[in-house]
């Protein structure tokens, strides 16, 4: 991709031409020489990286005293302005420059970049110089400075390697970045592989040009609407690969920066050498474990450590390095992905050992396992992990990349291997849990596959790489099973039991679920999911321990006194309630076919978002709990409207169908689920969410003569599984024929 590089440089060079020429002729024009004033370009432009719309940042540097200041300002910069040109401009002297640099490091690393254009050469040689010195002889002090600017971008914008529509230079592992690391190589201080910051940086510059070009503006983000354009003017298949080659290059450019970082602070920190070291002239090297030591702040091999004999070294240093949360050098990873002994299949104990203490590090494990990642030690000892690296997510909910994922997994499962009896699984399973992504078909059953494969290579018996494999197969089910299920339904308990057989396994994963869930991200991890999982879990660990907590009842789950105390005219209550977070609101009619439709609509109007609603009788009321999201509504006002809509629910329709006739319709799938209960007849719909879809259900439903007995909703970014279990007007599952036709009803009335 030179020829973008050279274009780059073509603008550059054309902007320069014009500037020269419009200060010449503004010279002349004036009457002021040309010697005590000069153009300089600075930033992006001063690098000669100019993208089809960006901005010229131009200096207008004087000496004091130069006549006509302002009218040759002018001249420059009106003839800029009228033909649109976008222009970033200043005026200053060059000690008006220093004091800016000074006050603000931002200014400081444009001005690093300086470069000449017209005019006066020597006076940017002067600034040149005078901003270079200033810049290494301040660097200890101003580089925390510069060190929390990059925390605080990293943090509101984040990670270019993990966001579904980056941000390719304010991101962490952007092109700001870049320039950081060209400030750090400037200072002295440390070294920097400039080569590789290099090379990385002019691919996202080539990404930023196609983007300005296909976009048709300014602008850094790669948003979903144009990445497909791009890709394709870059010669990349699809948006998938482009944004792989773009978080690749953002990790690269992170890693760098976090091992640059680490350096700098150890420099800063470090205390005054002592006398005998001064002496000595020797490293201060620090012995750790069997070959590995360490050495300012950094995980080493020591001098006798041999990786090409000794085939566990490797994981040896990893987890040395991760548990005490300290960098692995470059230049050891880089050894011991090239000279390393190959591990023998199976893995001896001690590196399986060494593996999974690795991966029970916590935080320490996400930089270490980058650095081997980055060397391509990982590779060599999980070749399955290049499948999945730098792969997007294919899901609003998850907010990482596939393998970053399966690390924030690691992490968070860490924190339960206390509540496990075999927590050597349970990390091992957080990190295979989602190769299958990278193979067709459903990842759940093909990543099993892996997993199998994968736990038998690393040493786990036969019986341990079942479990592994089990954990990777059904690490979906017990989220799926509790937020689409009737937990009170006694099939729902003997259909995870009979999957899992004993309580060692559940627990492993009940933990698993979790830590996959909180590393997906607050969608997947919310309060009420993660409180149905452990109610599910509990009800199956009775279940499985004889202790009945599995045991159904027939008690129903709402207060139905409560309720009772709250009938008015026409056997109407609403009570609105908090439990244990979840906001929920208890509804009380006459007993009847469609009023549960009818409720829906009325929570949709009021903008109540459905996640789950339980129905049962007494007394001839038909209660219903219905657990939502939103503000918490006034029951008085609900109690009102929903009177109102009982009576008569043609304004509560007309309103529902405008809130929802701009929504495009997506197909929508319903599914009966026979075997899934013994008491009633399950019907599943997944549809695309929006308002009122539970009110067209419940009235198709309605339509047919069906009783819901209870609704289980499950909303993941725009989609949705709602899972009802229904029954007749006995309370007995419905006729096979009935099943279909009311089936077909929910389809036709959400197809048209």
């Known amino acids: 991709m030179a020829d973008r590089a050279e274009q780059r440089r073509a603008r550059a060079e054309e902007a320069d031409a014009l500037l020269y020429l419009l200060l010449s002729k503004a010279c002349d024009a004036l009457g002021v020489p040309t010697e005590g004033v000069a153009l300089v370009a600075v930033g992006g432009y001063g690098r000669e990286e100019l993208s089809p719309y960006s901005d010229l940042d131009v200096m207008l540097l004087h000496v004091d005293g130069y006549p006509r200041l302002d009218e040759l300002a002018a001249q420059i910069w009106y003839p800029l302005w009228d033909s649109r040109t976008k222009l970033d401009h200043s005026v200053r002297t060059v000690a008006q420059a220093r004091a800016s640099a000074a006050?603000?490091?931002?200014?400081?690393?444009?001005?690093?970049?300086?470069?000449?254009?017209?005019?006066?050469?020597?006076?940017t040689l002067e600034l040149r110089s005078v901003l270079m010195a200033d810049w290494r002889r301040t660097a200890k002090t101003r580089l925390p400075e510069l060190a929390q600017a990059c925390r605080d971008r990293a943090s509101s914008v984040g990670e270019l390697a993990h966001l579904a529509e980056p941000d390719l230079k304010e991101s962490y592992g952007g092109l700001r970045d870049a320039v950081v690391l060209r400030a750090l190589v400037a200072s002295w201080l440390i070294d920097v592989p400039h080569p590789v910051v290099e090379r990385v940086r002019r691919d996202l510059l080539d990404v930023r040009d196609e983007l300005h070009t296909v976009a048709g503006r300014a602008t850094d983000r790669l948003v979903a609407d144009v990445a497909g354009e791009v890709a394709a003017g870059l010669g990349?298949?699809?948006?998938?690969?482009?944004?792989?080659?773009?978080?690749?290059?953002?990790?690269?450019?992170?890693?760098?920066?976090?091992?640059?970082?680490?350096?700098?602070?150890?420099?800063?920190?470090r205390p005054p050498r002592s006398r005998r070291f001064q002496r000595t002239g020797g490293p201060l090297l620090l012995a750790l474990d069997e070959g590995v030591g360490q050495h300012e702040g950094e995980v080493v091999l020591m001098p006798d450590a041999r990786p090409e004999r000794d085939a566990v070294l490797g994981l040896r240093a990893a987890a040395v390095a991760a548990d005490r949360e300290l960098g692995l050098s470059p230049a050891v990873c880089t050894?011991?992905?090239?000279?390393?002994?190959?591990?023998?299949?199976?893995?001896?104990?001690?590196?399986?050992?060494?593996?999974?203490?690795?991966?029970?590090?916590?935080d320490g494990l996400l930089e270490v396992w980058e650095a081997l990642d980055q060397a391509g030690y990982i590779s060599r000892i999980l070749p399955e992990w290049d499948s999945v690296r730098f792969r997007p997510p294919q899901s609003a909910i998850h907010r990482f990349t596939v393998d970053r994922h399966l690390l924030e997994t690691c992490v968070e499962a860490s924190k339960m291997v206390r509540d496990v009896r075999r927590p050597d699984l349970l990390l091992v399973a957080a990190l295979l849990h989602d190769l299958g992504k990278a193979v067709d078909g459903d990842h759940s059953v093909t990543g099993a596959v892996i997993a199998a494969r994968v736990a038998r290579r690393i040493g786990f018996n036969d019986a341990d790489s079942d479990t592994i494999t089990l954990l990777v197969r059904q690490h979906l089910m017990l989220a799926q099973v509790a937020t689409r299920r009737d937990l009170d339904d006694p099939m729902t308990v003997d259909l995870v039991a009979g999957i899992v057989h004993d309580t060692d396994t559940l627990d492993l994963l009940e933990a698993l679920t979790y830590a996959d869930a909180r590393a997906a991200g607050p969608a997947a991890s919310s309060p009420w999911r993660m409180r149905l999982v452990g109610e599910l879990c509990r009800r199956v660990r009775g279940e499985l321990s004889g202790g009945g907590e599995g045991m159904w009842t027939d008690t129903p789950p709402i207060p139905v006194p409560a309720l009772h105390q709250v009938v008015g005219i026409g056997?109407?209550?609403?009570?609105?309630?908090?439990?244990?977070?979840?906001?929920?609101?208890n509804v009380a009619v006459p007993d009847q076919v469609g009023t549960l439709a009818t409720v829906a609509a009325v929570l949709a109007v009021e903008r109540l978002s459905v996640r789950?609603?339980?129905?049962?009788?007494?007394?001839?009321?038909?209660?219903?709990?219905?657990?939502?999201?939103?503000?918490?509504?006034?029951?008085?006002?609900?109690r009102d409207r929903l009177a109102v809509a009982l009576r008569d629910n043609t304004d509560l329709v007309r309103r529902l169908a405008a809130r929802?006739?701009?929504?495009?319709?997506?197909?929508?799938?319903?599914?009966?689920?026979?075997?899934?209960?013994?008491?009633a007849t399950v019907l599943q719909v997944r549809a695309h969410d929006r308002p009122g879809l539970m009110y067209d259900v419940a009235s198709a439903i309605a339509a047919t003569g069906a009783d819901i007995r209870s609704a289980h909703v499950s909303t993941l970014g725009a989609e949705c599984v709602d899972v009802f279990y229904l029954t007749d007007r006995h309370g007995s599952p419905l006729e096979e024929e009935d099943a279909r036709t009311t089936a077909k009803t929910v389809l036709d009335r959400l197809t048209f």
Do not use: F, N
């Open 103 to 123: 006050d603000d490091v931002r200014v400081a690393l444009g001005l690093l970049d300086a470069r000449h254009v017209a005019g006066d050469s020597h006076l």
């Open 335 to 362: 050894r011991l992905a090239s000279k390393a002994l190959a591990l023998p299949e199976p893995w001896p104990m001690e590196a399986q050992r060494l593996l999974c203490a690795l991966l029970g590090a916590g």
């Open 571 to 585: 056997r109407l209550g609403v009570t609105v309630t908090q439990h244990h977070g979840d906001l929920r609101v």
């Open 660 to 679: 929802d006739s701009s929504a495009p319709r997506v197909a929508s799938r319903v599914d009966l689920l026979p075997g899934a209960s013994e008491t």
């Open 612 to 638: 789950a609603a339980v129905v049962t009788s007494a007394d001839g009321l038909g209660i219903s709990q219905w657990t939502v999201a939103g503000s918490a509504p006034d029951p008085v006002r609900l």
């Open 236 to 269: 990349l298949g699809g948006r998938d690969e482009l944004l792989r080659h773009v978080y690749a290059t953002g990790r690269t450019l992170a890693y760098v920066c976090d091992i640059s970082w680490r350096r700098v602070e150890s420099l800063l920190t």
